[in-house]
Nanobody, 121 residues
Framework: QVQLVESGGGLVQPGGSLRLSCAASGSIFRINAMGWYRQVPGAQRELVATVNGAGSTNYADSVKDRFTIARDNAKNAVNLQMNSLKPEDTAVYYC???????????????WGQGTQVTVSS
């Protein structure tokens, strides 16, 4: 019943910007952490940025000066502002959320369906 819906992907020129959004819906008691990961063909999915329940952020070295992750707890959403995009940023980007549906339930992870980001001239 819980799902993540992503939006904002697309084609952008090098040096441009995109803003990815992800909103969780369904029966959610609490989201503990949210993040963005990306994957290119032939490679493992890699961390892009995460934000935990305390607001602490973590970025991959390749994006830390260009990307900004932010969450909207009231809307169970997370955004990724991507600036100064490079061709090597091209990938399928996935939203993730670690959450609980009930206070006595264990946490579980949900993933979005992925959204394509292509940086090319």
């Amino acid at each position: 019943q819980v799902q993540l819906v992503e939006s904002g992907g697309g084609l952008v020129q090098p040096g441009g910007s995109l803003r990815l959004s992800c909103a969780a819906s369904g029966s959610i008691f609490r989201i503990n952490a949210m993040g963005w990961y990306r994957q290119v063909p032939g490679a493992q999915r890699e961390l892009v940025a995460t934000v935990n329940g305390a607001g602490s952020t973590n970025y991959a070295d390749s994006v830390k000066d260009r990307f900004t992750i932010a969450r909207d707890n009231a809307k169970n959403a997370v955004n990724l502002q991507m600036n100064s995009l490079k061709p090597e940023d091209t990938a399928v980007y996935y939203c993730s959320a670690d959450m609980q549906s009930w206070i006595y339930a264990p946490s579980f992870t949900r993933w979005g369906q992925g959204t394509q980001v292509t940086v090319s001239s």
